[in-house]
């Protein structure tokens, strides 16, 4: 069976991340395309187009706060809804490794009356949680209830209330007829603390003028397109182009742990009933099989530690 221990699977090199400052330093910019991810993801878990978007979204908008990390400093978002999807997860670090699953990928929901995939229903009410693990021990956990579902608003308010800092938020994903993701990526904007009340009524009105990211990406646009094309009357300057990949951490070594884990009772059930066992990979999909041997070998472990 597959094994992707640390693998990464270069989809689309023109998905990356690019921070700037503008207005002397005093707003901070993000962009992000990650259509190569998003639809290698989506195809992987065969998700219907509604998944597609959601994840779309949150992969995006990880992928930015991921690029504002140190290194191999880590944020994980959870969107954790009462709507269909149940749950959104997504993995991203400094480094731009990027990974992510949808709980339930088989979604299908009328659309909006825009015409428009119905993403706040699919994801329902719930909250939002930011766990960014900086390497010191106990991960920072922050989180907010959800606006409205449609995930780019839900990014807004956790800036604001949970980390203080005014944000704009935009993110997009556009499907294809044949289920895959033809574009997907995303912008933010943030304030900081020497902006003037003036200066972001201005960048909000910019932002509201802001054609659809997904739009944007479809037709060519990049990262520093996209910024120009928002804030480019305030001279933003580039600071970082982050490259993405698809990279998940699975490996048989983990899988292996997880079923110690279990016990050696449980591990004894599985051999009785099934005689082996299969653990699939939430990320990335990859199987991995243990058979009777290999499992009571696993027993003989834990007896091992118990004598």
Avoid at 108 to 120: A, H, I, M, R, S
Avoid at 276 to 284: G, I, M, N
């Amino acid at each position: 069976m597959a094994n992707c221990n640390q693998q990464s699977i270069e989809v689309n090199t023109k998905d990356y991340v690019v921070q700037a400052t503008a207005a002397n330093g005093r707003v901070r910019a993000l962009a992000a395309v990650v259509t190569g991810i998003a639809d290698e993801i989506a195809r992987r878990h065969e998700m219907w187009p509604v998944a597609a978007a959601a994840l779309g979204r949150t992969l995006a908008a990880t992928a930015m706060i991921g690029a504002m990390q140190k290194g191999k400093e880590k944020v994980t978002v959870q969107i954790i809804g009462d709507g269909p999807l149940e749950q959104i997860t997504a993995d991203g670090d400094g480094e731009g490794n990027l990974r992510g699953y949808v709980q339930n990928p088989y979604v299908d929901l009328p659309l909006t009356e825009q015409g428009k995939l119905n993403v706040g229903a699919a994801v329902g009410k719930g909250h939002l949680w930011v766990i960014r693990d900086l390497g010191l021990g106990e991960p920072y956990r922050g989180g907010v209830p959800l606006v409205s579902g449609e995930i780019a608003e839900d990014f807004a308010s956790y800036f604001s209330q949970s980390e203080q800092t005014p944000s704009a938020v935009a993110l997009g994903v556009l499907t294809g007829p044949d289920g895959g993701v033809r574009a997907a990526g995303g912008l933010i904007i943030q304030l900081l603390p020497e902006a003037s009340e003036g200066l972001a009524v201005v960048v909000e009105q910019m932002v509201a003028d802001l054609p659809s990211v997904s739009g944007l990406i479809d037709t060519g646009s990049t990262p520093e397109d996209i910024i120009q094309r928002t804030i480019g009357d305030l001279q933003p300057k580039y600071l970082r182009m982050l490259p993405l990949r698809f990279t998940c951490t699975c490996s048989r070594e983990r899988c292996e742990s997880a079923l110690i884990a279990l016990g050696a009772e449980e591990l004894d059930k599985l051999i009785e009933e099934q005689g082996k066992a299969e653990l699939t990979c939430r990320f990335c999909r990859a199987q991995y099989l243990f058979d009777k041997e290999e499992l009571k070998n696993l027993q003989a472990r834990i007896e091992k530690t118990r004598t």
